[in-house]
């Protein structure tokens, strides 16, 4: 009987979470219903109801972080769910406040009509995307990475290049964006090579440094130990280093992921052919076309947040054994 008397309370505490869950996941859709409708009167109607979707937003997002699921699918579910709630509530107070404050599209256009321009000019979106992301981006990440890691692979066995190439390593990481930009240009033409050129300098040091930093992780114990079992040393790069280095070659892999896409828009603005996405944002800001500006610029930050999402998931299945893979 005490066992049985003690499965409600269990299960009351259980569905109140949900409950209070779906009242707010209501009370902000309700809200925001108002909130468009009084788009039509303006004024202090316009305002309280924004505010109040605001506060009903807030209030879900809140519940919904304080959920504790048993599930680990449900976890990773509401990893997902949390922020895009959270960016769907930016996007309708963006799409209120524009409006309700008659903003001009030149200064700020609503996300509506950003919407508009992404529908409406796919095919144009699609070929910049595969000028700067696909052929910019892509070659230029793979060389820079991948001649960053064998470089540091290099420098970890002579310690006359780790002295002298890495403080000119951290020189060259500094130089400015806009002046390597051009300079590419003159050298490789105005196609695509010329951003690969620029992205493999921009992404070659961060994986360098990451790259030597973590092959140096690897505990004085750790390698007593190898050499006891007479491994040698590709060995012991293999079973021991390069496994304790992944969480620093997957960190400079995440940098350098959104670090590329900046790199080849802004090397677009020095010289391109008619097709890019920097290209696109220059042109169509001399013509004051702000909602296609703004369509680029969302096609951009949803390429590299899949490129940065992709890379931390590869992270979680390559190093699920490090403490803070597992922590999460």
Same mark, same amino acid.
């Given at each position: ?17 949900s ?19 009084a ?64 903003i ?10 950003? =919407? *508009? ?9 699609? @070929?910049?995307f595969? &000028?700067?992301f !696909? /052929?910019?981006? #892509? ?20 310690s ?45 040091f ?12 690897? =505990? *004085?114990m ?8 007479? @491994?040698?040393?590709? &060995?012991?790069? !293999? /079973?021991?280093? #390069?496994?304790?280095?992944l ?22 603005f ?15 800001i ?43």
């Amino acid at each position: 009987m005490s066992a049985g008397s003690a499965t409600p309370p269990a299960r009351t505490g259980m569905a109140a979470p949900s409950a209070r869950v779906t009242i707010a996941a209501a009370a902000t859709l309700i809200l925001a219903i108002v909130a468009f409708a009084a788009l039509s009167f303006g004024g202090w109607p316009l305002l309280v109801a924004t505010l109040l979707f605001w506060a009903a937003a807030w209030w879900l997002t809140e519940m919904l972080a304080k959920l504790r699921p048993a599930s680990p699918a449900t976890r990773r579910g509401l990893s997902v769910v949390i922020p895009l709630i959270f960016g769907l509530t930016i996007l309708v107070l963006w799409e209120l406040v524009v409006r309700g404050l008659n903003i001009q599209p030149v200064l700020l256009p609503p996300p509506s009509a950003i =919407g *508009a321009a992404i529908a409406s000019s796919t095919p144009l979106l699609w @070929a910049d995307f595969v &000028q700067t992301f !696909l /052929k910019g981006v #892509l070659s230029g990440y793979a060389l820079g990475c991948g001649a960053g890691f064998l470089t540091a692979l290099a420098i970890d066995r002579s310690s006359f290049l780790k002295r002298g190439l890495l403080p000119l390593g951290n020189l060259v990481s500094a130089l400015p964006i806009v002046g390597v930009a051009p300079i590419m240009v003159m050298w490789f033409g105005f196609d695509w090579p010329s951003k690969a050129a620029v992205v493999t300098i921009l992404t070659f040091f961060p994986m360098l440094v990451n790259t030597v930093a973590g092959l140096g992780t690897a =505990g *004085a114990m750790e390698r007593d130990l190898m050499r006891t079992y007479a @491994a040698s040393p590709a &060995q012991s790069l !293999l /079973k021991l280093r #390069l496994p304790a280095a992944l969480p620093f070659i997957f960190n400079a892999l995440k940098i350098n992921a959104t670090l590329a896409l900046i790199g080849a828009i802004v090397a677009e603005f020095f010289g391109t052919p008619i097709v890019g996405m920097g290209f696109r944002i220059s042109a169509e800001i001399g013509r004051m076309n702000t909602p296609m500006v703004w369509a680029e610029i969302a096609v951009a930050a949803l390429a590299g947040s899949l490129s940065y999402g992709l890379i931390a998931l590869l992270e979680r299945r390559a190093t699920f054994w490090h403490p803070s893979i597992r922590r999460g």
